[in-house]
DNA sequence: CCTACCGATCGGTAGG
DNA sequence: CCTACCGATCGGTAGG
């Protein structure tokens, strides 16, 4: 008998209704979490395979190896990230309104999808080459188009003189404690924490 | 013939001059550099045997275990975190100057030690217990007394009425990138650095 | 501090 | 999708 090539799960999911998952999906889902609670190395194939209960040979039916599956994890949230940029660069708006919906932005996707976003943010390293050098441009593409937005900011007197480099990688890591945090006894709504995240860094602590 | 018991890095180093490392000390340091760089799962003790010019089986004259050099970073720099809190909270000062001198703190042992405060960020969750249970002690009671500290401005008026719980979260994230990327070519001093943190956070981006 | 070695586990393949 | 299995590598020990 054979089995038919893997399929991203964009195709995968095409043919089912919303409700039932295919397995594909499955061994995502359960990966993304394991990267994000033991990490990448500490996974190994017959962990995840007895998350979704198979044998560890029958993963490659829907996986070509390991670090494909974080690899699609890794490029899936990329996309989600850039895409979210391209809504907001082309907005006729001010460089505060851009800035602040780009914070909301990771806050929603932060919390939309926390385990995949934490495999995302920390598991990358873990990538083989050239997915590793494919990966890191797309961060940086992501990086520029953010200090682009500052820049423009701080040109046109929105904001303060800031260093856009610093700038940037504050805001992108003053949100990444949500994923380690934000999943139990979330005693606060989406709502009110992006209304606290983005006081403190629009307007400061001080009162 | 026998061998001494290992010793700590801090009893190792004091019968040494400045100057010179001991063996010890070089394993330690060439472990938080690797953990670092590829995680604790991917460094192999063979891999810090070589980085060290030692045979694997060597490094247990000098750490009873691998989880033992991680323990040891990780311990290490928690005793660091609280130190500088114990010195914070005994000044008799506004809460706004001792949050500015806690983020200073974090800036400041985050630059001191780039390599061996990211693997303590980052590796802790490959610890043992009851080791790990022992370090998640320590950081709550760390996090408690940062939020205690927070809680004190809000009741004052010096700070606005955020939540402290979030904004501590936020603070210590906002500085977490600091190890990623402070390494090269670093075209900006810790001085200014810290300028630029601490205005962000305190007075806000927005002018 | 080394050589030699151990059992366990890893990612992945063959073959059906 | 499974059983059976492979070579490589792991953390760690014995013994000197």
Known sequence: MTYPRPLSIVEASGGFSAVEKSKKEQIYEAAARLFRDKGYQATSMRDLAKEVGLRASSLYNHFPSKSDVLREICTNNAQRFLEGMQEVEVLDASATEK????????????????????AFNDEWRHLEEPHLSAFLKLRKDYESRFQTIIQTGVASGEFKPVNPLILSYTLFSAVRWLYDWYKPGKKISAAELEQEVLGILMEGVKL
Chains 1, 2 share one sequence.
């Open 99 to 118: 800035l602040t919906r780009l914070i909301r932005l990771h806050i929603r996707l932060s919390l939309e999808d926390v385990t995949s976003v934490t």
